[in-house]
């Protein structure tokens, strides 16, 4: 069979344009021109060779981009990943997600400042060789937390520790089981009132619940709500488009019922994302509200003013700070297929400032 040159001319086109059908026909189009080879001039020939590579170099980009070449699978890239993180990979695994790489150095580039007024009253900089239990211990076991949540804590290794100075709080799935870490400075340093910051790159995905809190000492003796919470930071709606959440919130009890007031959803601006980068969540905790910022910007703030409402005596209290990373729950739910375990929580500083102190 011969082609004419305006033949080849039209079906270049029309596999350029991707048209499903003709995908199947370009072996017979390969046979068809060397049949026309057979018969041709070289000059003629010359002028078909190269209609036949830009036919070929069309259709295969034409084919690419349908997904319809399954030689050459197209390679899953995440996206809005900083262009440090980005990276090309097959598949998500936690081990080559990029979104679970620490990048060199991070942990001390940052330019955060309490502001005038404000000094250092306790820190740690997780810069040693293991957590210091002078400063960190651990709330253990499952048992749902009032919560429905999913995991067991445990005080492992696997868990939580330091790595390129920071602290690393690590979920882990296995056989179905889940387990991660809670540390807590109860028994250990406590504080009433004051500016309360961490420097952390968050975890993501459906199911996974990072927070850093803030507790009434006296919990081991009236309990829970009465004791009083301070969720400096919690990310409860984890999962495609919604990493970018956060909620900060007081509870307490009102009367021998829980209460709690809230900032709602505050999110990041388009498209970033909390697993992305460090950001300094902290609270400027006194006798009557506490403002809450992210990166130095106010986004919320709540009265603790015992005279509009008695009950707010409960956050005139010393408090103890707890970091943590839950799984599932009744509020954000439970992981789904396309949640990637293990999952991490980094931690490059916890600092406490008192006013006015030297």
């Not at 179905?176 to 109860?186: D, I």
């Not at 909390?274 to 006798?287: D, M, R, S």
């Amino acid at each position: 069979m011969k082609l004419s040159f305006d033949e080849l001319k039209r079906r270049k086109a029309t596999l350029a344009r991707g048209e499903e059908h003709k995908v199947y026909r370009l072996g017979d189009l390969l046979k068809e021109i060397d049949e026309e080879r057979q018969h041709s001039s070289p000059s003629s020939w010359k002028a078909i060779t190269l209609a036949l590579i830009a036919t070929g170099a069309l259709a295969f980009l034409s084919l690419q981009t349908l997904g319809l070449l399954s030689v050459f699978p197209r390679q899953k890239q995440l996206s809005k990943i900083p262009t440090t993180l980005k990276s090309d990979v097959g598949v998500v695994t936690a081990e080559n997600d990029p979104r679970n790489i620490r990048i060199p150095g991070t942990g001390k580039n940052d330019d955060w400042a309490p502001g005038p007024g404000w000094s250092l009253a306790w820190a740690d900089d997780f810069n040693g060789n293991s957590i210091d239990t002078n400063s960190w211990t651990y709330d253990l076991g499952g048992g749902g937390w009032g919560n429905n949540e999913l995991q067991t804590y445990t005080s492992s290794p696997d868990n939580s520790y330091l790595q390129n100075g920071a602290l690393v709080i690590k979920g882990t799935q296995t056989n179905g089981k889940y387990r991660s870490a809670r540390l807590k400075t109860q028994g250990l340093h406590s504080w009433q009132f004051g500016k309360i910051a961490a420097r952390m790159r968050l975890p993501y995905g459906q199911g996974v619940w990072p927070a850093f809190l803030m507790v009434g000492t006296n919990i081991t003796t009236v309990g829970w709500p009465k004791c009083g919470e301070i969720d400096v930071i919690e990310m409860v709606e984890g999962g495609k488009k919604r990493d970018d959440t956060i909620y900060a919130t007081i509870q307490w009890d009102q009367n021998g019922s829980h209460a709690s007031v809230t900032s709602g959803p505050f999110k990041l601006p388009d498209p970033n994302f909390f697993y992305e980068n460090y950001h300094v969540f902290e609270i400027e905790w006194n006798p009557t509200e506490i403002i809450w910022r992210l990166d130095s910007q106010e986004y919320f703030r709540a009265s603790v003013d015992p005279a509009l409402n008695p009950n707010f005596q409960e956050f005139h209290a010393p408090f103890f700070i707890i970091l943590n990373v839950a799984v599932g729950g009744n509020w954000l739910g439970n992981p789904n297929r396309n949640t990637v375990f293990p999952q991490y929580m980094y931690v490059d500083w916890v600092r406490v400032y008192q006013w006015g102190e030297s």
